[in-house]
């Protein structure tokens, strides 16, 4: 069955031409019945269990208004998110492929929750113009875990404290193994927003990610990082304009038992929460 969606044109998109690709995308491959899942050897079990253990999590106070939390969410909570993503990703304003023909973003798919943001117009709205859907909501408890996540960070660094937000939009993007996000700032959020500093939080999951950050649109002068399965990266602020992409994925980093219990696909998931 053709998913729901595929090849529905914008009003203005000229009769004849297929503007965004497709309305649903599964980040996960299809459990295929019948299919023996192969449990991994117990050396391989017992180091995903350290790797993913809270004695790994640790938080890093990156710049002001800028702080990492590494490993913070459990590989259950992974997990859950996985499994949210997927779920809303194959339905109405589910994942899709933005960007047209040539300078399509090949290796990129895109799912906005709350709000949708156009990235070519760079603009908030109810409905994707595209396809005219309306994004899902953000689920309750992706809420708890940016809360969470806020709280703790804020515990961590009293003196690099940032405001709470209550996340308006998510933007989710699944990077196959090639994906790659050039250089750019967050900045197409309220005046009241931006001015304010309030964060956007960055989770991470499945493959990992070098990630790049710095004052200007200029790679050679960024600072890089490596963003694994389950860090959380807050940048509010005075550096809720910093500029950040990223330039590589990892082929194969993500942990296999979140693998094994998800079927994901190859690839990174991340998820962006921000206050219109
Ligand atoms: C990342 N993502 O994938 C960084 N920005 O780690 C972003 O910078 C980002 O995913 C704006 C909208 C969506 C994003
Ligand atoms: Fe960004």
Sequence with gaps: MEPR???????????GVVGYDQSGFDICHPKQPGTIVLKP??????REKRRSSCSSAKALSLRAGMV???????????????????ELGV???GFYQPGYGEGSKMHLKM???????????????????FDGAKPPEI???????????????????????LPSISPDICIVNFYSQSG?????????????????????????????ADF??????????????????????????????????????????APTLLLQHTNLRPGRLNLTFRQY
């Design 41 to 46: 050897p117990l050396l391989v079990k017992n």
């Design 212 to 253: 790049l950050y710095g004052d200007h649109r200029d790679v050679d002068k960024a600072h890089k990082l490596q963003l694994q399965s389950g860090d959380v990266l807050i940048f509010g602020g005075p550096s809720r304009h910093v500029f950040h992409g990223v330039t590589a994925i990892h082929p194969s980093t």
């Design 139 to 161: 689920p309750p408890e992706f809420h708890n875990y940016v809360r969470n996540a806020l709280r703790d960070s804020n515990a961590f660094f009293p003196d690099n404290s």
């Design 68 to 86: 990492l939390l590494k490993g913070y969410l459990a590989l259950s909570d992974q997990e859950k998110i996985v499994e949210r993503c997927r």
């Design 5 to 15: 969606g595929r090849g529905r044109r914008s009003p203005s998109t000229p009769p």
């Design 111 to 129: 799912m906005c929750l709350g709000k949708n943001w156009d990235p070519d117009t760079s603009q908030y709205g109810d409905q994707r113009p």
């Design 180 to 208: 790659r996000l050039g250089l750019h700032q967050d900045k197409d959020e309220s005046e009241d927003s931006l001015g304010r500093g309030l964060p956007v939080v960055s989770f991470s999951i499945g493959d990992s």
């Design 91 to 93: 339905g109405d304003g």
